[in-house]
């Protein structure tokens, strides 16, 4: 079986017009954003039911502290991911608005 060769850059998307290609990166750009604010808000979830699980379901001191640390750790991811994304998104409107050269 022969080996394909494949191009560096697809013949489609170097055909785009410029404006295009910007406007695809520029989408790309904003999913990337909601997808990094979603893993922040399933890994602060999944923290925070952790942390109620150790506390709920085992009495030794040392799980029910681990659990008490990860509730407000949990929350305080999920707090981070919040403002982080959004001051993603407030950069990539300001770069979509800004005149370009």
Not at 39 to 59: C, D, E, K, Q, W
Request: a positive charge.
């Amino acid at each position: 079986m022969r080996k394909m060769d494949m191009p560096s850059s697809s013949p489609l998307i170097s055909e785009l017009p410029l404006d295009l290609r910007d406007k695809l990166a520029l989408e790309r750009t904003h999913l990337a954003n909601e997808r990094t604010v979603l893993a922040y808000v399933r890994t602060g979830m999944a923290l925070v039911v952790a942390g109620f699980s150790l506390i709920n379901f085992f009495r030794d001191y040392l799980y029910v502290w681990v659990g008490v640390v990860f509730v407000p750790v949990g929350i305080g991811i999920t707090v981070a991911g919040w403002f982080r994304y959004r001051a993603k998104r407030v950069r990539i409107k300001n770069y979509l608005h800004t005149p370009s050269a």
